[in-house]
Structures are given as C-alpha cells and as structure tokens.
C-alpha cells in the first residue's frame, strides 16, 4: 500500500493494484477513543477522499485489532465544548455517509459510543465474534450525540435502539447481527479475506451507480413511499443515459467483465 495522507492519529493508505483506500483510526493507547481534533480531521480526509479519483472504496478499522474499532469519544473534552458545536456533533462522524464512496467499518473488539456512530454511518460493517457494541453515554448522563440515537433506529427499530441507547449495556457481536447493526459477521481468521473481497467487488462496479444507488437507499427512510418511487426513477433514468450503463449491458452480452469509467 502506498501512504497517503496522515495525521497524528489517522492515516489513510490506497493500495497499489486497487482503487481502495483504507483508513486506520491511530491511537490505540487509548483504544483509539476520538478527539475533537480527530473529528474535524475526519471532515478534512473525508474531503480529500471525495476528490481523489484512486479512490473507489475506503475501509475504515482501529489499529489495534482484537481491542477495538474505537471506545468512542474522548470523554473527559465533553466537559469543555461550546454548547454550538455539542448540537453538531452528528456532522464529523457523519462523513462516511455523506462520502458518495461504498465505506466498510472493519470491527475487531470494542466498538463503543462515538466509536459506533463513526462505524454505523458507513455503508457496510464487518465484525469478528470478539466485537462488542454500546451507547454507554446513558451511564454518563448523557446520550449519543453524533447521531447514534437516530441510525440505531434505523438500522434496528425502535425496541432494539431502546435496549442499546437507554440502557448503555454493550451487547455482543451475534446480537448485533441478528439485530442488524452487523452486516456480516465472520471469524477471525476468515475476515481479512471477506472484507478484500468485498472491496474488490465494490471496486469494480460503476462509481456512478454505487453514488446514485448509496444516495437512494440513505434518504429512502425520510421520505415518503411516492417520493422515494420518485427519487429512485429518476436515478434510474440519468443513469441509463450514461456510458456506463451502456458498458455494463454491452458486457452483460458479451459475457465480459465490464470496464466501468464513471461516466
């Protein structure tokens, strides 16, 4: 893999016979907890990512595997922040959904708070039977502020979010599967494989579609049945009028691999 950008507690690589990127959350002395300061590098990365066309698929993962995919917000800095920016708190971690790239959280060990916000706001989360997943703000005195409270009704239902937010109990990473706050669960020795594969697969799709077709699916659960019948037509219709699709059917006759160009 070849570096890409750094800071002191982040670091994104993009491999060099694929156009995926992985971002590492650095700070594993502290079980990769997020500081404010990460929050806004999150923004800036994220930003460098939207714009670099290498880039067809980013993997995000803690590096300290087996420990954690991150404990969650740096808990201590609460305490001091602005009342203006702890009602925005949502904006950072939301930056893999608003990322028109598929994003896959890779979680091994701990995945906590703040850490679980980051991770439900991408595409796809991977896990190994030795994740553990909380909104443990509740024992704080507080609750998941950076959107945790809203995706977890989404991605599981009222009742399950209620479990999870109002109690802060951790639950383990076979619930969360059958919760559906997992997306696949994979042993330990398998996992490495199956997220390559994935990313692989991601890669090889037409960006324009993954886009059009990520975009859909996020607003789908603001929207009204009819609107959302409205916004997926018309998706539908820019995209085949593009290149692309016109590549993937050629393709499909053919019986070939298709060659996507994002046009």
Known sequence: ????????????????????????????????????????????????IEEDDRVRVVIIRGVSEGKGFSAGGDIPQFVDVPPRQLANLAYSMSAPERLSKPTIAVIDGH???GGLE??????????????????????????PGSGGTQRAVRLMG?????????????????????????????????????????ALHLSKLSPLASSFAKQVVSH???????????????????????????????????KRPANFKGR
């Open 118 to 143: 980051f991770a439900c706001s991408c595409d796809f989360r991977i896990a190994t039977p030795a994740a553990r997943f909380a909104f443990p703000e509740i024992t704080l005195g507080a609750l």
């Open 158 to 198: 009222v009742g399950r979010a209620r479990a999870m937010v109002q109690t802060g109990r951790p639950i383990t990473a076979e619930r969360a599967e059958m919760w559906g706050l997992v997306t696949w669960l994979y042993p330990a020795d398998q996992v490495e494989k199956e997220v390559n594969d994935l």
């Open 1 to 48: 893999m070849a570096f890409e950008y750094k800071s002191e507690n982040l670091r994104f690589e993009i491999d060099k016979d694929a156009p995926i990127g992985r971002l590492f959350i650095n700070r594993p002395e502290k079980l990769n907890a997020i500081t404010m300061r990460m929050r806004a590098e999150i923004v800036r990365f994220f930003d460098m």
């Open 220 to 254: 789908a659960p603001d929207t009204s049945l009819a609107g959302g019948f409205q916004m997926e037509g018309k998706a539908m219709t820019v995209l085949c009028q593009m290149e692309d699709f016109r590549e993937g059917v050629n393709a499909w006759k053919e």
């Open 111 to 113: 995945c906590y708070g």
